[in-house]
């Protein structure tokens, strides 16, 4: 069924098709409107699920733990400080392999207050243990969102799925909504292992040990440290478990292709420009610019899949180009952009290796010109051309000062 709705709105009919059946949500903007779409459906008896109303994001989350605990399918989405105010029930929820998903509406984070868009707050919790989807469209929203509970219920890893608020959240596209049969076929009725039951106790998430040790029934448990080490190894095995449910999502509804990234005109590019969420959309057109105006064979990689990072799949994207461009609306403060350096990183081993150059842009909703955009990449397009040692320390795009 195509549809013409905002981005919440998608994210919202996303959720009601994968047949969630707990929705605790406090609201905050430019989030609101996707819980209060899901509490509309719940009220119209559209959504067979519980809606609970918490007092803060905090309780929200505690709220999804406990449902998935008990093995039913949980729901919730938070903005900026929402997300931070998360913070410990983020990585609880991570720690205790919980399945669950989370849509971040991505907004710059007080102070000084702001309501605007970027990615700061998602990228705060980077390093929680969830696995972590940036989106650049409706459409994305909507199918990205429903992969998005089948990955997080095969590995046991929760999910945020981050799209830009008002650039998405607000706006209008059109997108297409699929059959429930189909999103049925897709999506199986949630089974936690580990659901509580009286009848077969289990004791989850107590205080571990430094070392392993051995339990009631004889066997060897892991410590804490082996808890974390099992948690990273199923987070980068959960790559190709995405790549999968991308390929029997195409299957099944015929979209798809480029669940960890996405390359655009990048076959005969000499440079990349490297971006998340709408700012990939965006550089589109600068691209067209360079190589029309200036003769710059130029091409775009959006990066879908943040955490965990594809480093191989990054490098072999980008190994033989010349020079890449990172944008990003994040920083690491006192030292780079965080994109800028997982993508310096995954190309430390090639040889050559292309130069990197780092962009900061948009914070707090600061305008984001095509033509600036144009202008600092094409400038640094001539300088990698001149063989000139790029800078390390990122420049800043749209300062007022």
């Given at each position: ?123 705060s919790q980077r390093d929680a243990g969830w696995i972590q989807l940036f989106v650049k469209d409706h459409q994305e929203i909507m199918d990205t969102t429903l992969k998005a509970f089948r990955l997080a219920e095969e ?31 897709f999506l199986p009725p949630f089974h936690y292992a580990h659901t509580l039951d009286p009848s077969h106790p289990e004791n989850l998430n107590s205080v571990t040990m430094p070392d392993t040790r051995t339990d009631v ?26 790549e999968a449910i991308d390929a029997a999502f195409r299957e099944l509804f015929g979209r798809g292709g480029h669940p960890l990234m996405e390359p655009w005109r990048c076959d005969d590019a000499e440079f990349v420009i ?128």
């Amino acid at each position: 069924m195509n549809t013409i709705e905002s981005g919440n709105v998608a994210a919202a009919m996303a959720v009601k098709l994968a047949r969630a059946e707990v929705i605790a949500a406090y609201p905050i903007t430019p989030q609101t409107p996707l819980t209060e779409k899901l509490s509309e459906m719940i009220d119209r008896g559209e959504l067979d699920a519980e809606y609970v109303a918490v007092e803060s994001e905090h309780s929200a989350l505690a709220v999804c733990i406990g449902a998935a605990s008990a093995g039913v399918r949980p729901f919730t989405a938070t903005s900026a400080n929402g997300l931070l105010y998360m913070s410990e029930q983020v990585h609880w929820a991570a720690g205790a392999r919980l399945p669950l998903v989370m849509c971040v509406v991505n907004r710059g984070v007080g102070a000084p207050w702001t309501v605007w868009n970027d990615h700061q707050d998602a990228i705060s919790q980077r390093d929680a243990g969830w696995i972590q989807l940036f989106v650049k469209d409706h459409q994305e929203i909507m199918d990205t969102t429903l992969k998005a509970f089948r990955l997080a219920e095969e590995v046991s890893i929760p999910v945020m799925v981050c799209y830009d608020g008002y650039y998405l959240s607000h706006t209008y596209m059109p997108f297409d909504a699929p059959e429930q049969e189909r999103v049925d076929r897709f999506l199986p009725p949630f089974h936690y292992a580990h659901t509580l039951d009286p009848s077969h106790p289990e004791n989850l998430n107590s205080v571990t040990m430094p070392d392993t040790r051995t339990d009631v029934h004889g066997e060897t448990a892991p410590s804490y440290m082996d808890i974390r080490h099992n948690l990273h190894r199923e987070m980068v095995q959960a790559i190709d478990r995405l790549e999968a449910i991308d390929a029997a999502f195409r299957e099944l509804f015929g979209r798809g292709g480029h669940p960890l990234m996405e390359p655009w005109r990048c076959d005969d590019a000499e440079f990349v420009i490297v971006a998340m969420g709408t700012l990939a959309n965006q550089f589109r057109d600068v691209v067209e610019r360079l190589r029309e105006q200036d003769g710059i064979r130029a091409g775009v990689l959006a990066i879908h899949l943040y955490r965990p990072f594809p480093n191989d799949r990054v490098q072999a994207a980008l190994a033989g180009v010349r020079g890449v461009l990172v944008y990003e609306k994040a920083l690491s403060y006192g030292n780079q952009g965080p994109l800028y350096g997982d993508v310096r990183s995954a190309l430390y081993d090639c040889e050559p290796r292309p130069a990197v150059e780092n962009f900061i842009v948009g914070l707090g909703g600061a305008g984001i010109r095509t033509g600036e955009l144009y202008r600092t990449a094409r400038q640094a397009c001539l300088e990698i051309g001149r063989q000139e040692t790029p800078d390390d320390a990122p420049h800043w795009v749209g300062l007022g000062v």
